[in-house]
């Protein structure tokens, strides 16, 4: 039986009709994959929704978010090794930098320059803070430079996820969080999004630690070196993506008969990884270079495929470059993937022939926007049994001429192909 690698670049896509990276990078490796393949354009979740990655990943796995999921902040404690308690909500959180006496957020994330030393510090001061609620505490844990995981909890009691977030670059609708378009930079209040006394209560207490949080933040030692170095102080966490379960989901092994496994690198994917129950080949966070990093991802994807028969790689490379506006740096991430990973899989393992590939990404992160966006996604599978169209371009442009046409929803999108290359009969 034919062998898949799914490959996912973080964050790649951006907006047809625009200069994008995807349209700039030499990558003569995902062209041949476009040019032996069929293609098409994914909304990872659908038309109109920017998504997170959270949603968008368990979307493009197959499962639709608008039944499934139930919030980013379990997904990360699950990928931090954190275990919720009953009645405690979890929030992906963000070391972030403000003013304190206006609240401007100054950056979302400390310029990218917290080491994760650093904010273990940081969360290690925060940890175990009591509320002014009876019974009331906190737990923080840092994961990967800049990001971290908060959990709020009220002995005895029980609190809600149906809150809004303090981070005001993401809004819910829902459970779902989606990228808001020139947000208004301040540090947002926490508001509940439904009127029971266990919303209010959470709303209130995440405000309350949010506020104590910058006091206790502002004169940490940890900042007060960052200031004498010139960098910028850790002085506040923003909290998005409440939740108080993981989503109920069917093992992936069980929902297409097919063994399953990820090579993952952020908590985000690690714990989604571990709720589908997906063999695990985690590999170190992102150092910091993209050409240091992608030889033990190549080598823990060429071992993952010994042993399941879809093997999901998630490469993160093109989206902080998204994120920070920065084009070059973008296109170098796209180049070096595909000269130090697609091409070696392609020349060694025969990737699209006798390999097959479905490439695609979880949500566009376009230059112009410094965010995810609503933007559909180049996507394409290659394999045995698989007809090519007229495509010979990965790109927005070259992909939305492809056979596959618009997909609409992300969650069709992998059983769409898995049909298309024989491995399953129903999609």
Known sequence: MVKLLYLVLDGAAGTAGRDTALLTAHKPGLDHIAEIGACGMTYTIARGVAPESDAAVLSILGYDPHRYYTGRGPIEAAGAGIILREGEVAFRANFATIEPETLRIIDRRVGRSLTTEESRELASALDGMRLSVPGSYVRVKATVGHRAVVVIGVEGGRLSEMVDNTDPAYRRKGLISVAVSNPDMRLTRCDPMDSSPEARLTASLVNEFTERAVELLDRHPVNE????????????ILLRDAGARLPPVEPISEKYGLSFGAVAEMPVEIGIARLLGMRLEEVPPPSGSLRSDIPTRLEASIRLLRSVD?????????????????MRAKVEAIEVIDEMFVRP?????????????????????????KAHTDDPVPT????????????????????????????????EMLPRALKLLGLITQS
């Open 380 to 411: 394409c599978v290659a394999g045995p049994g698989v007809p090519p169209d007229e495509v010979a371009k990965f790109d927005e442009v070259s992909c939305s001429r492809g056979r596959l046409g618009v997909i609409e929803r992300g969650h």
């Open 345 to 369: 899989m392609i020349e060694d393992h025969g990737l699209g022939e006798e390999l097959a590939v479905l490439v695609t990404s979880d949500h566009a992160t376009p230059c112009w926007a």
């Open 225 to 236: 070196r960052r200031r004498l170095e010139g960098k910028l102080p850790a002085n506040a």
């Open 310 to 326: 879809v093997a999901y790689v998630h490469l993160k490379g093109p989206d902080e470059p998204g994120h920070d506006g920065n």
